[in-house]
């Protein structure tokens, strides 16, 4: 109902109705639906969502619409779900198409997610196994904060007994025990918050602050980032016929390097100069490697 209003803006009962028929979530078996089940489903949107839906007037046509449609923004969580579910409704009304259609793997949880949800929820300590690459397993125990995806992986947040931050990769969890001992979260932090000043999930050691960036981009780069900022804090303080130059402010971790030597020469750091010669040095290390070829 809500993508449908999202994307018809206006309908009547009569309009939602005929939609609904069409929908591949409509079996023949079911009851017709009538107004008050219509009406018991905007209540239930408004619960879940804050999306209020509203009637207009009998000179309008007693028209359906989202009246805060902006309820959305800045609301991950019920965005996701949302999204979770229409994406839902479209596949299975594509069922018919499924050669012509790829898509990317869900994030792999490994089995992980029921343990680590449930800790959260109740604010009790871990104990976990942790691999990293190139290393043996290592028993930790943590204070489970936050989860987050990033680059089709799941990741926790954990704060540590030495009061350091770190994200550890599910699929790299070989153990996940809940105990019963509880911890204090802060009931002001929260997960947005906190990966503010930071970007995808790397956690740099220290209490390293967030500083002001500069990154020219180039070619068709500058029109892809005004699509699709690279972090919540760009806005552009230069644009020219060849480029353009956006402003970061956020604590540059190598998942931020690995961005934008990802982009190769589309994407060049004009400040801060330790930043630059940190990208500066690993492309040069690159170059060297096809030096004798």
């Given amino acids: 109902m809500v993508e449908l209003l999202l994307r018809k803006k206006k309908l009547t009962l009569n309009e939602i109705c005929n939609e609904w028929d069409r929908s591949a979530a409509f079996d023949k078996s079911d009851e017709i639906l009538n107004r008050?089940?219509?009406?018991k489903t905007f209540e239930d949107i408004e619960m879940i969502y804050?999306?209020?839906i509203e009637v207009t007037p009998p000179e309008e046509g007693y028209k359906y619409y989202i009246l805060n449609p902006e309820a959305l923004k800045g609301r991950d969580v019920q965005q996701w779900m949302l999204a979770c579910v229409a994406h839902r409704n479209l596949l299975e009304e594509c069922l018919g198409m499924y050669n012509r259609i790829d898509i990317e793997g869900f994030p792999s949880e490994n089995g992980m997610l029921e343990p680590i949800t449930r800790a959260i929820n109740g604010n009790r300590k871990m104990e976990v196994?942790?691999?990293r690459y190139g290393q043996n397993p290592k028993r930790h125990i943590v204070e489970p904060y936050f989860i987050k995806t990033y680059n089709h992986r799941f990741y926790i947040l954990c704060k540590f007994k030495n009061g350091y931050y770190f994200t550890l990769s599910f699929d790299r969890i070989l153990e996940a025990?809940?105990?019963k001992e509880h911890f204090n979260f802060p009931k002001d932090l929260f997960a947005e918050d906190f990966f503010n000043d930071y970007f995808g999930v790397m956690i740099p050691p220290g209490d390293k602050k967030p500083e002001d960036i500069v990154i020219r981009a180039r070619y068709d780069?500058?029109?892809y980032l005004k699509d699709t900022p690279l972090h919540k804090s760009q806005h552009i303080i230069r644009e020219e016929l060849e480029y353009v130059d956006f402003s970061y402010h956020l604590v540059p971790s190598n998942d931020f390097i690995g961005a934008?030597?990802?982009q190769g020469d589309r994407l060049e750091v004009i400040a801060p100069k330790d930043l630059r010669n940190q990208v500066k040095t690993q492309l040069e290390k690159a170059y060297n490697l096809?030096?004798?070829d």
Avoid: P, Q
Wanted: proline fraction near 0%; aromatic fraction near 22%; charged fraction near 20%.
């Fill in 129 to 131: 196994v942790y691999k």
């Fill in 177 to 179: 025990n809940v105990l």
């Fill in 50 to 52: 804050g999306i209020l």
């Fill in 260 to 262: 934008i030597l990802h």
């Fill in 221 to 223: 780069e500058r029109f």
């Fill in 290 to 292: 096809y030096l004798n």
């Fill in 36 to 39: 008050k089940t219509w009406y």
